[in-house]
Every structure is written in C-alpha cells, then in structure tokens.
C-alpha cells in the first residue's frame, strides 16, 4: 500500500473519477427529486470534471500540488450549475492544501480534503444538510481521524468511501424533499462514485480509460444495466442545410435519450442516441438538413444474444471531449462606453430577442439540459462595454456559476439572483440607463419579488412524489418550484393551473411557449387560460424555448 502520492498519482485518481461520473451521468441524473427532464446533476460534474480531465490528459504531470491546481483552475473555469460549482470548490480547497507540495501522505490528503469541504461551505450562503456538502464533509472528518492512525492513502480514501456512503443512505432522512420523494441526494451519490473509482485506482482495481471513454469497471453503488430504459440505438448524419442552432437539437435529444453523442463537424452533424422514439427524433434532426448513414438498432435484442454480458451504463460510446483550451480562450475585458451593462442567460431564439429587446449587452445560451460553464458567462461579461455588469441567471442552478465571475475580472460584475427566465424578463423591464448602479440593483431585485413563474413541461418518468401518481408523458407543472400537478392533456391542465393563477389575484398573466409547440395550439392554451382569469390580462409570446412547453409569468 502506499504511503505518499505524487503528481501522476493524483491525475490518474482524477482521471477515474471523471471515467465514473461518465459512465454514471444519467443514474445520477434520475435522482432528480421531480421527474422532469433537465437532468442536471450528473451533467453537471461531468461536464466540471471533464474540463480538468481534458487539460491533465494534454499536459504531463508535475508535482502533486501543481496538479491539484490545474485540477482546480480548469473547473473553475468550466463549473456548471450547483453542483459542478460546489465540486470546484472541493477540489480548490484540496488544492489550497496540498500547495507546495512533491507529494502528499494520508494526512496531508485527509487535510487537503477537509479545506476543500471548507471551501465549499463558505462559498455556499445557506448551506443545506442532507447535500453534498454533508456527504463530503463526514468523508473528510472519517479521513482525518484515519491518517492520524494508518499511514496508508488506501486506508484514508477507504474510511472516507465509507463515511460518505453512510452519510449518503442518511440524505434522505435530512431533506424533506427528498424524504418525500424518497431518493438520495444526487450530488452526494455522484462525490461517492468518484471517490470509489479512485479509491480503486490505488488498490489496481480500476484504470484509466484511453481518451475519453467512460470507465469500463462498475463502481459498486452503480445501478444495474440489465433493465434497458431504452429499446433503439439510432444513429445518422445531418447534412445542414441551415444556420439553425444546434443547442435547440442537444436539448431536445436529451430529453428523447440517453447515451448522446452529438459531433459538429462544419456543415456535417453525427448523431449518436439511445431512444424509445427514433421516428421522432429523425423528424426532428430533418429540420436542420437532409439526413445520411442512418442506422437504427434494437438493443434488446442485442442484449439478449449476448452471454454472460451485463453492459455498463453509458460504456459504448465515447462522449465528445471537452474542448481544447485554445477553443475556450477567454478574451480580454474590453473598454468601458458606458457604466452598465447587462448579460442575460436564457435558451430559445425568442426568449434572447426579448432580452435583447429589453436592452441585454450579452447572451449566454443555457438552461435546463444546458447549464453553462462559468467561462461561458465570464466571456461574455467580459465582451460586455460596461464598467459594471449585471448578470441575470435566469435558473437556479446558475446563479453559483454567475457567481464565479466576480473575482475571475477587471469588471465589476453584479449577480441578480433570478431564478426563473420569467423573472430575469421582469427585472430587464425596469434598465434605465439614467439610473445609477445602486438603484439598479435595487430595482432589479425587487423586482424578483413580484413575479411568480409557472413552468409546464413533461415527465420524463412514472414517480409518486408527496401523495402525487405521476405518469410519464403527462404535462408535469410547477409553480415557483413546487409540484402543481401531472395532467393528462391540456383540457385538464388548464382546469388545474386556474385556480392556482387565480389564487395569486394576477393582473398580468404573460404565457412564453416553447420551441415543440405549434403557434394554433399556443393560441388555444392561452385563451382557455385566459378565459378563466377574467381580472387579468393575458398575453402570448413565443420563446422558442427547449424543455418546456410553457413558462407563465403571474404578476
């Protein structure tokens, strides 16, 4: 067993990590408390991880405290959502502790985990038990107390493993909503499968993939494959026809799959996904050109031929690797013309020529399916002419990202904590540009406060959440967060968002429908909608938004 660990030590645990989250990403993803397809979790730190996995597999290794901080520079810059921000953060303070250092024993690395756990929690205003945060920080109090007893890294990662693993089990006992919808903490599941794989990569159980390839050793947390979700393996090539945005066609996939490759090559599109609707995912991909080499396979079948063969989740393909540092150079801030300025993030074409409307300087493309890396949003902070910048989030699982920016720029950048598209909308109305920052600021928070947001979309599986049955396929429907409903068609799902709406006393109800909506059908929805809310008035305005159907304002 080991005593120390050095620079490729170190990489090569990170490496397996990553490997893991890759071949777990969608198990991770369907612990969402709501069955609803975003799917954020897993994504998430994968896609974290996978910014310092590409930069470790480029770059040879050097001692083990520049490794943890290129480990840490890189996801700090491709942090996306809540959970890949907190994992940045554990891996900072891992870095912050082992600095310095050729190479770390068990107590420098049980140390170094314990500021990483450290980092996190101050990063994070509320923190919440029952998250990651608690999964990490009893796994790096279990890690102390070991090293100051064993000398081996093996037995410290092995007594964190555990820790972590029961404190995991007890995730659903310390957070109501996932007590009620009966499930562990995502994030906390997916810190395990990371901790797991390198743990079996210092005990030679596990090795590293070549490229980027998901792990091919099951951790033993992971989900069995022998229940395929789903039934055909559709592959084909778009020859584009248009400019149309691929980031509408990646998040319409991930809500029709798993498994997804998607590879754009100029005017050439490969796709790669395990579906249950492959007509429909063709009809689809026309759209953007005429389509070649389509093949489509029955995985049940093929899984039946197979002996004594149980496949790993997600083991076949080989995802697209992050892109390469120079593909994400992150341009100088450019001079000041004016005080402030504003960067909006939102996903659909109309949704962005309303903020561009309301006067937004920058764009950032993401949302549900697609939260974007905090490079992504720094970009275009520091794209935007302005002294002080306003970043609106628009989701709650981007407002940890936007927040990154701040120390990241000359800048001085300004997060407003909007949760919902429909709350960035309604602060964006109040920019005036003779107003000053502080008043601003004010307004745009404000702001937040007086509009509530209804979000319709589908569920992506059958659950039982809080005494509700819900089906997959029914239109699943939230308010401000919290479940409305599963309804089974549009006639029932407006029967129960009135009274809801109506509770609320509105005098403004705007209704933004999404890109797999028909305009007539829009029409009815928000007439009937309409017609029952006789003190407010409605209006219809088409977002081109992916995920959800509908996302009404209620003011």
Not at 18 to 29: G, P
Not at 123 to 128: N, R
Not at 319 to 334: G, L, M, Q, R, T
Request: glycine share 8%; charged share 25%.
């Amino acid at each position: 067993m080991r005593e120390h660990i050095d620079g490729a030590a170190l990489r090569d645990m990170v490496l397996c990590a990553y490997d893991a989250l890759e071949a777990n990403e969608q198990a991770i993803n369907e612990l969402n408390v709501f069955p609803v397809p975003d799917g954020d979790t897993g994504t998430n730190m994968r896609l974290t991880l996978g910014s310092a996995a590409t930069d470790l597999r480029q770059k040879p290794a050097g001692t083990v405290g520049e490794t943890a901080a290129r480990v840490a520079s890189a996801e700090l810059r491709g942090a996306r959502g809540n959970s890949g921000v907190i994992l940045s953060l554990l891996f900072r303070g891992l870095s912050k502790g082992l600095k310095g250092l050729d190479t770390a024993s068990a107590e420098d690395y049980a140390k170094a985990m314990t500021s990483g756990v450290e980092a996190a929690y101050k990063a994070v205003m509320k923190p919440a038990e029952g998250t990651i945060l608690t999964v990490s920080r009893l796994a790096a109090e279990a890690a102390v107390a070991k090293a100051k007893g064993s000398p081996f890294i093996e037995e410290t990662i092995f007594a964190a493993l555990e820790a972590g693993k029961t404190a995991l089990e007890d995730t659903v006992n310390q957070n109501p909503v996932l007590k009620k919808a009966g499930v562990v903490d995502a994030g906390g599941y997916g810190y395990i499968l990371m901790l797991e794989a390198m743990l079996g990569w210092l005990e030679g159980r596990v090795t590293v993939s070549q490229g980027q390839g998901a792990a091919k050793a099951r951790t033993d947390m992971a989900p069995s494959d022998q229940d395929i979700k789903y039934t055909y393996c559709t592959e084909f090539i778009v020859r584009r026809a248009n400019k149309k945005s691929l980031d509408l066609l990646r998040a319409y996939l991930g809500n029709m799959g798993d498994s997804i490759v998607l590879v754009d090559q100029d005017d050439t599109v490969k796709v790669h996904i395990h579906t249950n609707a492959p007509g429909r995912v063709l009809t689809q991909a026309l759209s953007y050109g005429a389509l070649t080499a389509v093949k489509i396979e029955n995985l049940r079948e093929q899984h039946a031929s197979l002996e004594d063969h149980v496949p790993t989740l997600a083991v076949k393909d080989e995802k697209p690797a992050a892109p390469e540092a120079e593909d994400h150079a992150i341009p100088d801030p450019v001079p000041a013309e004016k005080p402030v300025g504003t960067v909006c993030v939102c996903a659909g074409d109309g949704l962005e020529d309303l903020f561009r409307q309301l006067g937004a300087d920058g764009i950032v493309s993401g949302g549900q399916t697609m939260n974007p890396a905090t490079e992504d949003i720094l970009r275009a902070v520091n794209l935007t002419p302005a002294e002080t910048v306003f970043v609106f989030p628009n989701n709650k699982n981007i407002i940890m990202a936007a927040e990154q920016c701040v120390p990241m720029t000359t800048k001085k950048v300004i997060v407003i904590p909007s949760r919902t598209v429909c709350q960035g909308i309604s602060a964006m109305m109040r920019l005036s540009p003779d107003s000053d920052e502080q008043t601003l600021k004010e307004e745009f928070t404000d702001a937040l406060q007086t509009v509530h947001t209804i979000q319709v979309t589908y569920a992506a599986r059958d659950s039982e959440f809080d005494g509700h049955s819900i089906k997959a396929g029914e239109y699943l429907t939230l308010m401000d967060g919290q479940l409305v409903g599963s309804f089974a068609d549009t006639a029932a799902l407006v029967d129960g968002l009135n009274p809801a709406i109506s509770g609320l006393e509105p005098e403004f109800v705007t209704v933004y429908y999404g890109a797999d909506v028909a305009e007539k059908d829009a029409e009815d929805f928000s007439g009937a909608l309409g017609a029952g809310l006789p003190d407010a008035e409605t209006s219809l305005i088409r977002g081109g938004q992916p995920v959800y159907y509908y996302m009404i304002s209620v003011e």
